[in-house]
């Protein structure tokens, strides 16, 4: 087996149980200040409704607190600590200082409902940042309110089938090509749109025959995502747009993939009429382990009746405010305004960059991929050769007659230090390999991750055992995940249950 | 770069783009800004954002200490840029950090299976109905006008398209669900009840009673609580079949709304059609223990329009600010901390109870309650206001049966002089009403069911109110 070069490691010798083991009757890490009111007899404002037991939650001490999630920490990969190659998840660099803008007082402890005259700061943050929105992505209106792509997603759709049930014919179905995100189609089963695939032609991009063909005066949006997920722009967008405008349909874009077209080229201008955006992926808000997201939906004007509630305006004093009173609206799709603490990461984000540095990091980031492409091009099948953007997906077939797939790869890469990329998807090529670097990374770290790929592609021909047992440097490896289903476990439980 | 690729600029990458679309401008965006100007900007905005003010907001954001190790920990790069779990080898510090969440979801809700996360208590409470849908195969909800007015308007966002007519059942005079009311309204048809306990006036629901309503009809119920601090000292609606949960007040910042963190438990029996991520215990190839995530075949990127829910990317690091949390606190501070949360609250209703009526006085309640009162409560609070607090939440948008009505929170944090201080500037003007306020309050106390109910009147202790006046 390969050494495996010099790349951060994570320490994968600590041992830590759960923090129920370490748990022991009157240790603990809290201290409350004394009351300064008259002690109340829960008893007796409770009656029946009072607690007696919380049950097996923990007694432990503070040093013992730091120490757990310390130790868990560094069983984690995290873009802090390398490359992060996830293809279509955009773990780009996430920068310190929106943490810390995020935690000046005003910012992270406005409550909702406090009165908007003493609430202009939060409500100016929301007016800044949708006309960046606006502007970057050459739509007319927005709105911030939900809490991640998927929701955006939902709320998108949403106001797709209001627009056509305004213009007094409800449509039954939703076009997905079958390179999409699986968010997509579930998303349009949500808000109760049949689904009917689109395939992709020989170059990877939709077929504009198929499209012709299938579009019809039921058909209420294409959900399309550009650059798809090969990385590939869709170059007919024009014809794509025109096609289903004939129609009376609507033009859905799934943003996952903006930062490939950021201050280059806007969805607004190619005839995009509904768009979400992540700004934990485009925006550099961290992902933090799954979340919190933001997935705010900008829009042409036709459809800016149909906004959630409320929606932002400035009043006839000049202060900003919120209008309730919006009777075509789809509603509410969350409580309160959205994820606010991630408008503030994503707007110190754009003004961190500006004009010039938003296009630039857009360059930066398809630049990087088609390095990367070149450089790997030959040790993996390239199953679509057309152009790609900020993206490039590879198959396993080469490696598959040695009996080595994706997954296996994708292991292995953990022994070299990186995160694996995105594997198995799209769906469309068998046993891909989904590799997106962003702008963060620098030339030495791509070459370090092209050298890896290139010796796990040998190790696959020479020594496939190395590959198919790997990763051999974790704490643990290749864990059972049919046992997992098959019998959950999904909580811990005292010894005597 | 260019060189190895094979080309002579950038712009050649982008040539796949038509070129009529292609922006040959700026965009029209703020300038680049260095790192103290960011810093500046936001300082400023927080100036104008009630930096400094002393709130009796909740009605489903609260006010709650939060322990510094929580930001020292979850700042670790480790966890704060780190992806979703998918790769279990090197995710194990999430994974059992989820891990470790669920367990103590489970014991805080009585309940046997909790996700992490969904996005926030509303759409919670959403999923959880849509979840009871899928189980009953039956279609119609009911849902309790005390339910947070917003949670119940995102229900109606999401059931519109899913063909599921919603009922609302109103609060009777203990502004607790009116439980014959319900009786009359449940079908055959019912899937579900939703109801929130605490509820949004602060009282807790009968949940016991109401779950022998829903599931003598075969119907199942789901309990949205909104805040999590109750859980340490108010029994958990065990009955329920599915609990939805907004866990803000467990560590999370106030955050203008959001990011919170929303999640789902249920019963073991329930769990292929709970949505959201799940993270179960297994072994490796060697038999260690570790951790995974589980039961993917209900998730979208698995099983794409058949999936539970469309939800994809969560609320993962504000779940492990609430999981540190619950660590903090553990068996004894959560209870410790409920406990002061209501004293304060009964502080306070009992004092300000001079200048108003406390609704539905006879009902158990958390660290909220309803204050009626003669004047607007608008105007009340714009008087608070320029003494820099922000007095309860005017009810009239969301409950105008209730008149001058307003929802008034008191969490730890809030002190007694800021309670007293309250107190004096709601009297400047309103104590020439309180001679016959008192009146209806005496009446009120008197209808209360509960007996043992903390007298909201307090004419043995106006000394305060005496000084004020």
């Given at each position: 087996?390969?050494?495996?070069?010099?790349?951060?490691?994570?320490?994968?010798?600590?041992?830590?149980?759960?923090?129920?083991?370490?748990?022991?009757?009157?240790?603990?890490?809290?201290?409350?200040?004394?009351?300064?009111?008259?002690?109340?007899?829960?008893?007796?404002?409770?009656?029946?409704?009072e607690?007696?037991?919380?049950?097996?939650?923990?007694?432990?001490?503070?040093?013992?607190?730091?120490?757990?999630?310390?130790?868990?920490?560094?069983?984690?990969?995290?873009?802090?600590?390398?490359?992060?190659?996830?293809?279509?998840?955009?773990?780009?660099?996430?920068?310190?200082?929106?943490?810390?803008?995020?935690?000046?007082e005003?910012?992270?402890?406005?409550?909702?409902?406090?009165?908007?005259k003493?609430?202009?700061?939060?409500?100016q943050?929301?007016?800044?940042?949708?006309?960046?929105?606006?502007?970057?992505t050459?739509?007319?209106?927005?709105?911030?309110?939900?809490?991640?792509?998927?929701?955006?997603?939902?709320?998108?759709?949403?106001m797709?089938?209001?627009?056509?049930?305004?213009?007094?014919?409800?449509?039954?179905?939703?076009?997905?090509?079958?390179?999409?995100?699986?968010?997509?189609?579930?998303?349009?089963?949500?808000?109760?749109?049949?689904?009917?695939?689109?395939?992709?032609?020989?170059?990877?991009?939709?077929?504009?025959?198929?499209?012709?063909?299938?579009?019809?005066?039921?058909?209420?949006?294409?959900?399309?995502?550009?650059?798809?997920?090969?990385?590939?722009?869709?170059q007919?967008?024009?014809?794509?747009?025109?096609?289903?405008?004939?129609?009376?349909?609507?033009?859905?874009m799934?943003?996952?993939?903006?930062?490939?077209?950021?201050?280059?080229?806007?969805?607004?201008?190619?005839?995009?009429?509904v768009?979400?955006?992540?700004?934990?992926?485009?925006?550099?808000?961290?992902?933090?382990?799954?979340?919190?997201?933001?997935?705010?939906?900008?829009?042409?004007?036709?459809?800016?009746?149909?906004?959630?509630t409320?929606?932002?305006?400035?009043?006839?004093?000049?202060?900003?405010?919120?209008?309730?009173?919006?009777?075509?609206?789809?509603?509410?799709?969350?409580?309160?305004?959205?994820n606010?603490g991630?408008?503030?990461?994503?707007?110190?984000?754009?003004?961190?960059?500006?004009?010039?540095?938003?296009?630039?990091?857009?360059?930066?980031?398809?630049?990087?991929?088609?390095?990367?492409?070149?450089?790997?091009?030959?040790?993996?099948e390239?199953?679509?050769?057309?152009?790609?953007?900020?993206?490039?997906?590879?198959?396993?077939?080469?490696?598959?007659?040695?009996?080595?797939?994706?997954?296996?790869?994708?292991?292995?890469?953990?022994?070299?230090?990186?995160?694996?990329?995105?594997?198995?998807?799209?769906?469309?090529?068998?046993?891909?390999?989904?590799?997106?670097?962003?702008?963060?990374?620098?030339?030495?770290?791509?070459?370090?991750?092209?050298?890896?790929?290139?010796?796990?592609?040998?190790?696959?021909?020479?020594?496939?055992?190395?590959?198919?047992?790997?990763?051999?440097?974790?704490?643990?490896?290749r864990?059972?995940?049919?046992?997992?289903?098959?019998?959950?476990?999904?909580r811990?439980?005292?010894?005597?249950? | 770069?260019?060189?190895?690729?094979?080309?002579?600029?950038?712009?050649?990458?982008?040539?796949?783009?038509?070129?009529?679309?292609?922006?040959?401008?700026?965009?029209?965006?703020?300038?680049?800004?260095?790192?103290?100007?960011?810093?500046?900007?936001?300082?400023?905005?927080?100036?104008?954002?009630?930096?400094?003010?002393?709130?009796?907001?909740?009605?489903?954001?609260?006010?709650?200490?939060?322990?510094?190790?929580i930001?020292?920990?979850?700042?670790?790069?480790?966890?704060?840029?780190?992806?979703?779990?998918?790769?279990?080898?090197?995710?194990?510090?999430?994974?059992?950090?989820?891990?470790?969440?669920?367990?103590?979801?489970?014991?805080?809700?009585?309940?046997?299976?909790?996700?992490?996360?969904?996005?926030?208590?509303?759409?919670?409470?959403?999923?959880?109905?849509?979840?009871?849908?899928?189980?009953?195969?039956?279609?119609?909800?009911?849902?309790?006008?005390?339910?947070?007015?917003?949670?119940?308007?995102?229900?109606?966002?999401?059931?519109?398209?899913?063909?599921?007519?919603?009922?609302?059942?109103?609060?009777?005079?203990?502004?607790?669900?009116?439980?014959?009311?319900?009786?009359?309204?449940?079908?055959?048809?019912?899937?579900?009840?939703?109801?929130?306990?605490?509820?949004?006036?602060?009282?807790?629901?009968?949940?016991?009673?109401?779950?022998?309503?829903?599931?003598?009809?075969?119907?199942?119920?789901?309990?949205?609580?909104?805040?999590?601090?109750?859980?340490?000292?108010?029994?958990?609606?065990?009955?329920?079949?599915?609990?939805?949960?907004?866990?803000?007040?467990?560590?999370?910042?106030?955050?203008?709304?959001?990011p919170?963190?929303?999640?789902?438990?249920t019963?073991?029996?329930f769990?292929?059609q709970?949505?959201?991520?799940?993270?179960?215990?297994?072994?490796?190839?060697?038999?260690?223990?570790?951790?995974?995530?589980?039961?993917?075949?209900?998730?979208?990127?698995?099983?794409?329009?058949?999936?539970?829910?469309?939800?994809?990317?969560?609320?993962?690091?504000?779940?492990?600010?609430?999981?540190?949390?619950?660590?903090?606190?553990?068996?004894?501070?959560?209870?410790?901390?409920?406990?002061?949360?209501?004293?304060?609250?009964?502080?306070?209703?009992?004092?300000?109870?001079?200048?108003?009526?406390?609704?539905?006085?006879?009902?158990?309640?958390?660290?909220?309650?309803?204050?009626?009162?003669?004047?607007?409560?608008?105007?009340?609070?714009?008087?608070?206001?320029?003494?820099?607090?922000i007095?309860?939440?005017?009810?009239?948008?969301?409950?105008?049966?209730?008149?001058?009505?307003?929802?008034?929170?008191?969490?730890?944090?809030?002190?007694?002089?800021?309670?007293?201080?309250?107190?004096?500037?709601?009297?400047?003007e309103?104590?020439?009403?309180?001679?016959?306020?008192?009146?209806?309050?005496?009446?009120?106390?008197n209808?209360?069911?509960?007996?043992?109910?903390?007298?909201?009147?307090?004419?043995?202790?106006?000394?305060?109110?005496?000084?004020?006046?």
């Open positions: 087996m390969k050494q495996t070069g010099g790349k951060a490691r994570l320490q994968v010798n600590q041992n830590e149980g759960l923090i129920f083991e370490k748990s022991s009757e009157g240790k603990a890490a809290w201290k409350l200040p004394p009351l300064d009111v008259p002690e109340v007899d829960v008893s007796a404002l409770l009656g029946a409704a607690r007696k037991s919380l049950g097996s939650l923990p007694e432990v001490s503070e040093i013992e607190i730091i120490r757990h999630f310390t130790r868990l920490s560094t069983w984690n990969y995290a873009i802090d600590l390398g490359m992060y190659p996830l293809g279509s998840c955009t773990m780009k660099y996430n920068p310190r200082v929106n943490e810390a803008v995020a935690r000046v005003g910012i992270a402890n406005g409550h909702p409902y406090q009165p908007e003493i609430s202009q700061g939060a409500l943050i929301l007016k800044t940042l949708s006309e960046c929105l606006i502007e970057i050459g739509m007319d209106a927005i709105t911030l309110q939900p809490a991640a792509g998927a929701h955006g997603e939902m709320t998108g759709l949403l797709v089938r209001a627009y056509h049930h305004a213009q007094g014919r409800p449509r039954k179905k939703v076009l997905i090509p079958d390179s999409a995100h699986g968010t997509n189609p579930a998303t349009a089963a949500m808000v109760d749109y049949a689904v009917e695939n689109l395939k992709s032609d020989s170059r990877g991009m939709v077929d504009i025959g198929a499209l012709e063909s299938q579009m019809n005066e039921d058909v209420a949006a294409l959900m399309l995502t550009n650059p798809n997920t090969l990385g590939i722009f869709e007919q967008i024009h014809k794509i747009a025109d096609i289903l405008h004939a129609k009376g349909g609507l033009l859905y799934d943003g996952a993939n903006m930062n490939a077209l950021v201050g280059k080229v806007r969805p607004g201008d190619f005839g995009v009429d768009m979400h955006l992540n700004l934990h992926k485009t925006f550099s808000t961290p992902h933090g382990g799954g979340g919190p997201g933001s997935g705010p939906v900008a829009i042409k004007k036709k459809l800016e009746p149909f906004l959630p409320p929606v932002l305006v400035t009043k006839s004093d000049g202060t900003l405010g919120f209008n309730y009173d919006r009777p075509q609206s789809v509603g509410r799709v969350r409580a309160f305004y959205g606010f991630m408008f503030v990461r994503a707007l110190a984000y754009i003004q961190a960059n500006g004009p010039d540095g938003l296009r630039q990091t857009t360059e930066d980031a398809v630049l990087n991929a088609n390095y990367i492409r070149k450089g790997l091009e030959g040790a993996y390239l199953p679509y050769s057309t152009p790609t953007m900020h993206e490039v997906v590879f198959s396993d077939k080469l490696q598959a007659k040695k009996g080595v797939r994706t997954m296996d790869i994708a292991k292995r890469l953990i022994d070299y230090g990186f995160h694996p990329y995105t594997t198995a998807f799209p769906l469309i090529v068998p046993g891909a390999l989904m590799i997106e670097p962003t702008e963060s990374e620098s030339k030495e770290e791509m070459d370090l991750f092209i050298e890896s790929m290139k010796s796990i592609a040998e190790e696959a021909q020479e020594d496939p055992q190395a590959v198919l047992n790997a990763p051999h440097s974790t704490r643990v490896s864990l059972d995940e049919t046992a997992a289903a098959r019998k959950p476990v999904l811990w439980k005292p010894p005597s249950q | 770069m260019l060189k190895a690729i094979g080309i002579a600029s950038v712009d050649e990458l982008f040539a796949p783009i038509p070129a009529e679309y292609r922006l040959s401008r700026d965009l029209k965006i703020p300038r680049q800004m260095a790192e103290s100007e960011i810093v500046d900007y936001f300082r400023q905005r927080s100036r104008e954002n009630g930096e400094g003010y002393t709130s009796f907001l909740g009605a489903g954001v609260y006010s709650h200490y939060r322990p510094v190790i930001d020292s920990l979850i700042s670790r790069g480790e966890f704060l840029t780190a992806y979703t779990p998918y790769q279990a080898e090197i995710s194990q510090g999430t994974l059992q950090s989820i891990f470790e969440f669920q367990t103590m979801i489970c014991e805080l809700t009585g309940m046997e299976v909790a996700n992490a996360s969904m996005y926030d208590g509303s759409t919670a409470a959403a999923e959880a109905v849509m979840m009871a849908v899928r189980l009953t195969g039956r279609r119609s909800v009911i849902v309790a006008q005390s339910l947070h007015p917003e949670y119940r308007e995102v229900l109606a966002t999401y059931a519109t398209h899913q063909g599921m007519p919603l009922s609302v059942t109103g609060f009777g005079n203990d502004g607790r669900l009116n439980l014959e009311a319900l009786e009359k309204s449940i079908t055959p048809q019912t899937a579900c009840v939703l109801i929130q306990s605490p509820n949004f006036f602060g009282n807790i629901e009968d949940v016991a009673a109401t779950a022998e309503l829903a599931h003598k009809n075969g119907a199942m119920l789901v309990v949205s609580i909104a805040e999590a601090v109750s859980l340490g000292i108010v029994e958990p609606p065990r009955e329920a079949d599915v609990i939805a949960m907004e866990a803000q007040s467990f560590g999370v910042p106030q955050g203008f709304g959001g919170h963190c929303g999640v789902i438990a019963r073991e029996k769990v292929r709970m949505p959201g991520r799940l993270a179960g215990q297994t072994v490796d190839k060697q038999g260690r223990r570790g951790f995974v995530l589980t039961l993917a075949t209900r998730e979208q990127h698995i099983r794409r329009e058949k999936a539970t829910s469309n939800i994809c990317t969560n609320q993962a690091l504000v779940a492990l600010m609430v999981n540190i949390f619950m660590t903090v606190y553990g068996k004894i501070g959560l209870k410790e901390l409920a406990k002061q949360n209501l004293a304060k609250s009964a502080y306070a209703a009992t004092h300000l109870g001079q200048y108003g009526k406390v609704l539905f006085a006879g009902s158990p309640r958390f660290n909220e309650f309803v204050l009626q009162t003669t004047e607007d409560p608008q105007e009340i609070n714009h008087r608070l206001l320029d003494h820099k607090i007095g309860g939440l005017p009810l009239k948008k969301f409950y105008p049966e209730l008149g001058n009505a307003a929802l008034w929170c008191c969490t730890e944090l809030t002190t007694r002089t800021s309670i007293d201080n309250a107190l004096k500037l709601m009297g400047n309103a104590s020439q009403h309180a001679t016959g306020l008192d009146q209806e309050a005496n009446e009120i106390k209808e209360g069911k509960n007996k043992n109910q903390i007298k909201n009147t307090n004419r043995e202790e106006s000394g305060i109110a005496e000084v004020a006046r």
